[in-house]
């Protein structure tokens, strides 16, 4: 198993950026895929980025695409979302995700405990 530990939330106004990073501590890190999901208040949780292994194919959702950017630092086992050009309906907690195996084809097997990302207009 391993646990995940969210940071880099916060209260940004529209247009800015933020980092979100994820810290994973226990199994090996660099053989699993990760990801972001994030959940708005009254919504269901939704799927925002994806990155393999080793990082050589990523997958964003389209409502991202061009604002968020999905990266990780295998020697530093943490996972990274840099989030620009934010929106108000970005608002939501943000969490970080670990994969069954290498690609994120596999199921999910691990949930951070979430980030608050507030976007003010």
């Known amino acids: 198993q391993v646990q995940l530990v969210e940071s880099g939330g916060g209260l940004v106004q529209a247009g800015g950026s933020l980092r979100l990073s994820c810290k994973a501590f226990g199994r090996t890190f660099s053989s699993y895929a990760m990801g972001w999901f994030r959940q708005a208040p009254g919504k269901e949780r939704e799927f925002v980025a994806a990155?393999?292994?080793?990082?050589?194919?990523?997958d964003h959702a389209e409502s991202v695409k061009g604002r968020f950017t999905i990266s990780r630092d295998n020697a530093k086992r943490t996972l990274y979302l840099q989030m620009n050009s934010l929106k108000p309906e970005d608002t939501a907690v943000y969490y970080c995700?670990?994969?069954?195996?290498?690609?994120?084809?596999?199921?999910?097997?691990?949930w951070g405990q979430g980030t608050q990302v507030t976007v003010s207009s």
């Open positions: 990155i393999t292994w080793i990082g050589t194919r990523t």
């Open positions: 995700v670990s994969y069954d195996g290498p690609t994120f084809e596999t199921g999910l097997s691990s």
